[in-house]
């Protein structure tokens, strides 16, 4: 129900463009809060690329189908009063996390059991890799923890805002100056395992040659907290949130594309949004969960820093098969990643050349293997994603063009994936297998989701583009207008929208003076659990009286040791 310290004050309204994760979650928070919420959406469904497609009894996600950080996501719907289960949200662990496959037919098996993982790092690294291998885990952790209170909690509205004596303290412990590969390079000794444990930079639309360091807190999570799927799919948490903010009174308008964001005369202010069809709709508070690119570009009055932001790097696009396989695929699991041989080179090629790679490196997912409802009885539903370079309409000769004959090009990825799924796996006739297919390309992505370039995952998060050097929150020169979603602070990814929606909307509370209607308090599993118990009590650091005593006594004795030993070789 609406927050009890609002009732009887008149309701502010917030009108909120994109139901995407951000926009979703952003509803809830604020009808929770008190305001009259209304959600235009330009699609016929919510969830934005965290949705998902249908083909007779094959359910396809059409984006994210990993939930990683669980945490946030309990945190989510605490924070709503409720929880994933009452909500009917079903999570299932995979595990494996991944089978990973190598162009000369070797496979690793990628696990969050640690029996299964010791002899598998040890198959290729020795007995002192898995020694390794835990280190290379405990820095996953510290950058994890770090991210998660000092980052994903935060907001940075402005430089100074990164001057804060705790994050310029603990920042110094994190791998920020050096790039994914080459920390991963700091414990694995095999280019095969500095790949297994890099390849996740992928999901942030960058290359592990770039990445910082810091993103080793995703094959973190993936190992230390596993690899989870919604029974009948990733979409089933956002419906959940929705289910939530109705429920607290939101107005979701569907097919209600935006045409520009209304403003004051003096344009100091939004006051609203015009749809395509022609209608207004006036609101105190506008949020934008649009593509920030496109919003600036499109909904907005033209500006120096609207041009800016689209000369920012942007994320990789992808061509995502989805696949009606006549029978099952058993070759496969749940989640499979097959490497190109030449790894750096087929990054260089998206990334740098905005292309695709000869021989790319792609994912492949079967849901099925731990979600019967994701296919009919004895049959699959395939989802192949491959990287690749966004739009770019530039005439620089790099990447690909919007006017580009884009049924060669997928013809072309097709039997590239194929072909090296049959020669790596032993699967076979799989072309006949393929009962139906959807197609994604980087247009679909843009003309589907406004996405700029196509990119997937907005702008790209390396440090240049993270914290205060993000795109704010909250407009710079116009009030009432604020930012959730990939492209603005915190960053991209479900989990991380999640929070992000948590940063903008107590944003909003602060700015119109609205008590927060959740607690504050320390994050679930911050503190070890408390019982009462004398075995319970925290001893970190603890040295009882007769320990000091004897270090004391220990600490004379060697030092008058290295005294008397010191004067007799130096008389």
């Known amino acids: 129900m609406p927050h009890q310290g609002l009732l009887g004050m008149e309701k502010k309204s917030v009108v909120i463009i994109g139901a995407g994760v951000g926009g979703c979650a952003s509803a809830a928070r604020l009808a929770k809060a008190g305001f009259k919420v209304t959600v235009v959406e330009k699609n016929d469904f919510t969830g934005g690329r965290c949705s998902l497609i249908y083909d007779g009894e094959h359910r396809f996600d059409q984006g994210p189908s990993l939930l990683l950080i669980p945490e946030l996501f309990h945190e989510t719907f605490a924070d709503l009063d409720t929880t994933m289960a009452e909500e009917g949200v079903e999570l299932l662990q995979c595990n494996p996390n991944y089978q990973v496959f190598f162009h000369d037919n070797e496979r690793i098996v990628l696990s969050s059991d640690l029996a299964q993982m010791k002899p598998e790092i040890e198959k290729w690294e020795g007995k002192d890799g898995f020694k390794r291998y835990l280190s290379f885990l405990a820095e996953g952790h510290v950058n994890y923890e770090f991210s998660l209170k000092k980052v994903l909690r935060k907001n940075f509205p402005s430089f100074l805002s990164m001057m804060r004596p705790t994050l310029l303290k603990d920042i110094l412990g994190v791998a920020i100056a050096t790039s994914l590969y080459?920390?991963?390079?700091?414990?694995?000794?095999?280019?095969?395992?500095?790949?297994?444990?890099?390849f996740g930079s992928m999901y942030l639309g960058m290359s592990p040659y770039d990445a910082p360091g810091i993103y080793s807190l995703l094959q973190y999570t993936e190992l230390a907290e596993g690899v989870w799927y919604p029974r009948g799919g990733f979409h089933k948490v956002i419906d959940a949130i929705v289910k939530i903010g109705k429920g607290m009174g939101v107005d979701y308008q569907l097919n209600s594309p935006v045409s520009s964001i209304l403003l004051s005369e003096d344009e100091k202010q939004a006051v609203g949004v015009v749809l395509q069809s022609g209608r207004h709709i006036q609101a105190d508070i506008v949020l934008v969960n649009a593509d920030l690119v496109y919003a600036y570009n499109n909904l907005l009055p033209e500006t120096k820093y609207s041009r800016s932001l689209t000369k920012r790097p942007a994320s990789c696009s992808s061509i995502s098969f989805y696949w009606s396989m006549n029978r099952t695929v058993d070759e496969l699991s749940a989640h499979n990643i097959f490497l190109a041989e030449h790894y750096r080179e087929s990054f260089d090629d998206i990334f740098k050349e905005l292309n695709m790679p000869d021989e790319p490196s792609f994912y492949v997912h079967a849901?099925?293997?731990i979600d019967s409802t994701a296919a009919p009885e004895g049959k699959d539903s395939i989802v192949v994603l491959v990287p690749t370079g966004h739009l770019n309409d530039n005439d620089d000769g790099k990447g690909f063009k919007s006017t580009d004959d884009w049924n060669k090009i997928v013809n072309r990825v097709r039997d590239l994936v194929i072909d090296t799924i049959e020669r790596r796996t032993g699967a076979r006739d799989l072309r006949a297998a393929i009962a139906s297919?959807?197609?994604?390309?980087?247009?679909?992505?843009?003309?589907?989701?406004?996405?700029e370039k196509g990119g997937i995952l907005g702008l790209t998060i390396d440090f240049w583009n993270a914290l205060a050097f993000r795109p704010k929150t909250k407009h710079s020169t116009i009030s009432g207008l604020y930012f959730v979603g990939a492209s603005t602070h915190p960053g991209t990814g479900?989990?991380?929208?999640?929070a992000g929606a948590k940063i903008t909307t107590e944003q909003i509370l602060d700015d119109f003076k609205v008590g927060k209607p959740w607690s504050p308090a320390t994050p679930p599993n911050t503190h070890a659990k408390q019982s009462g118990s004398s075995l319970d009590i925290e001893r970190i650091g603890s040295i009882s009286g007769l320990e000091i005593w004897q270090r004391i006594i220990l600490a004379v004795i060697l030092g008058a040791s290295i005294t008397i030993i010191l004067q007799r070789i130096f008389g």
Not at 437 to 451: A, G
């Open 437 to 451: 297919e959807q197609v994604n390309t980087p247009t679909t992505w843009r003309e589907r989701f406004n996405l």
């Open 182 to 198: 080459t920390r991963a390079s700091s414990y694995f000794w095999t280019d095969r395992l500095r790949r297994c444990f890099t």
């Open 367 to 369: 849901p099925a293997r």
């Open 494 to 498: 479900v989990p991380v929208c999640l």
